[in-house]
């Protein structure tokens, strides 16, 4: 049994949920974070008295630097911090208020700030530690207008990330720095973003195949066993990825043909 202890932000749905689900059933020591108090006593009660849940609000420092300290007085140390928390808006960049702004920010970007500003001291002093980011592929391609200031977000999530791993590698070399970056995944996050696409896993949205939360969290699990710095979870974004950043404008002109057509 591989005994690590795991923090995990957003645990109470989703992507969160299958990760606490099947680390825990690997054996690691779990705390849980995220706002919805029965949700994440569920998501814990299933996994047994190994996952701690804690109320969290990942939009506050305070909260987040809890999570930490619950983690380390129940089980001593963390080997794993998982920022995963987030939401999407679907609003165009000319739609978009002020206030709408300023939450995606703070659940998105300052969120994962404050999980490496928290976290990344106690992984210097024991000189080991994983810290995954769980970005979006919109932080990579701004793939989806009306996803706006979530892509912008992420991108940020991607470019703090390196920075971090950066900053880190000559005089840590066992702290391992992660960026994910799923496509579409079939969780909550659509109906909480108000998007008016329902997904389904294993159904196609462009040129990318709608994946579960559990085969997103089956690749999560194997890059805390085999660390690497950015883990694409869709098979298709690779190749999109290098078709963007080869021709920014071609890209774009076969996005807006897809859009007419429908696809
Ligand atoms: N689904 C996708 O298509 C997709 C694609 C790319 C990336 N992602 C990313 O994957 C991560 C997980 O999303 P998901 O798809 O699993 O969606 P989800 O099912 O809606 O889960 C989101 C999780 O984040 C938590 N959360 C939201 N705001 C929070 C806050 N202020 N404080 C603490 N926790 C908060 C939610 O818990 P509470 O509501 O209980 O707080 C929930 O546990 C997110 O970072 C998302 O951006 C998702």
Do not use: C
């Not at 970007?109 to 002093?125: A, D, N, R, W």
């Not at 005089?171 to 973003?193: E, L, N």
């Not at 949205?205 to 085969?215: I, K, T």
């Amino acid at each position: 049994m591989n005994e690590k202890v795991t923090v995990i932000t957003g645990a109470s749905s989703g992507i969160g949920e299958a990760l606490a689900k099947q680390l825990g059933a690997k054996g690691h020591r779990l705390v849980l974070g995220a706002r919805r108090e029965n949700e994440l006593k569920r998501v814990a009660g299933g996994i047994g008295s190994n996952a701690i849940p804690v109320t969290t609000d990942v939009t506050r420092r305070k909260d987040v630097e809890h999570l930490k300290d619950v983690a380390l007085e129940r089980f001593g140390h963390v080997d794993v911090w998982v920022n995963n928390a987030g939401r999407g808006i679907t609003k165009s960049v000319m739609e978009l208020t002020d206030q709408e702004f300023d939450e995606i920010v703070a659940v998105v970007l300052k969120s994962v700030f404050y999980g490496m500003q928290t976290i990344v001291p106690h992984f210097q002093e024991r000189g080991q530690g994983h810290l995954i980011n769980v970005s979006s592929f919109l932080g990579r391609v701004p793939l989806i207008p009306y996803r706006s200031i979530y892509s912008a977000m992420k991108s940020a999530v991607n470019v703090l990330t390196a920075n971090l791993r950066v900053d880190l590698k000559a005089k840590y070399p066992r702290i391992h720095v992660s960026t994910v970056m799923p496509g579409v995944v079939d969780t909550d996050f659509q109906k909480v973003a108000g998007s008016p696409f329902p997904v389904r896993a294993g159904s196609t949205l462009g040129p990318q195949r709608v994946q579960s939360a559990n085969e997103v969290a089956v690749q999560i699990v194997s890059l805390i066993d085999h660390p690497v710095a950015e883990l694409y979870t869709n098979p298709a974004a690779p190749e999109l990825a290098q078709q963007y950043f080869r021709d920014v404008a071609l890209f774009e002109e076969s996005m807006l043909r897809r859009r007419s057509s429908g696809n």
